[in-house]
C-alpha cells in the first residue's frame, strides 16, 4: 500500500522560509517521480514542482522558479521543498504526489498517489 506523508506545513510571515518534507512508502522510490501541488481555497489545484525519478530532472512552475527547491533524498525515501521568499499568493494546501512511467509530469492527473496535504499560510 502506498503512502504519501506530508509534513512541514504552517505560518510564516512575508519573506519568510518554510521547508515541507514527503515521506513515501509502499513504492520503488528510486523508480517514482515525485511532485508537489498547491490548492488554495476556491481554486483547481496546480503544478508547483517534479523531481523525475532519474534524480536528474526537476522542474518548477513559473510562479515558485528561484523561490523554492524540490529535493529528495533516496535513503529515506523523502522528497522536500524549500520555500523561501514567500508571498501571501503561497498560501494554500501543499500536497505530494506521486507516479511511476511516463506521462504529463505537471498535471495533477498524472499522479495516482497523493498525500494528505498540509497546510501552508503566509501572513504580510
Known amino acids: 500500500q502506498v503512502q504519501l506523508v506530508e509534513s512541514g506545513g504552517g505560518v510564516a510571515q512575508s519573506g519568510g522560509s518554510l521547508r515541507l518534507s514527503c515521506a513515501a512508502s509502499?513504492?520503488?522510490?528510486?523508480?517514482?517521480?515525485m511532485a508537489w501541488f498547491r490548492q488554495a481555497p476556491g481554486k483547481e489545484r496546480e503544478f508547483v514542482a517534479y523531481?523525475?525519478?532519474?534524480?536528474?530532472?526537476?522542474n518548477y512552475s513559473d510562479s515558485v522558479k528561484g523561490r523554492f527547491t524540490i529535493s529528495r533524498d533516496n535513503d529515506k525515501n523523502t522528497i522536500y521543498l524549500q520555500m523561501n521568499n514567500l508571498k501571501s499568493e503561497d498560501s494554500a494546501a501543499y500536497y505530494c504526489?506521486?507516479?511511476?512511467?511516463?506521462?504529463?509530469?505537471?498535471?495533477?492527473?498524472?499522479?495516482?498517489?497523493w498525500g494528505q496535504g498540509t497546510q501552508v499560510t503566509v501572513s504580510s
Open positions: 523531481s523525475h525519478s532519474s534524480g536528474l530532472i526537476t
Open positions: 509502499g513504492i520503488s522510490f528510486t523508480a517514482t517521480t
Open positions: 504526489a506521486a507516479r511511476a512511467g511516463v506521462g504529463v509530469l505537471t498535471s495533477p492527473g498524472a499522479y495516482p498517489y
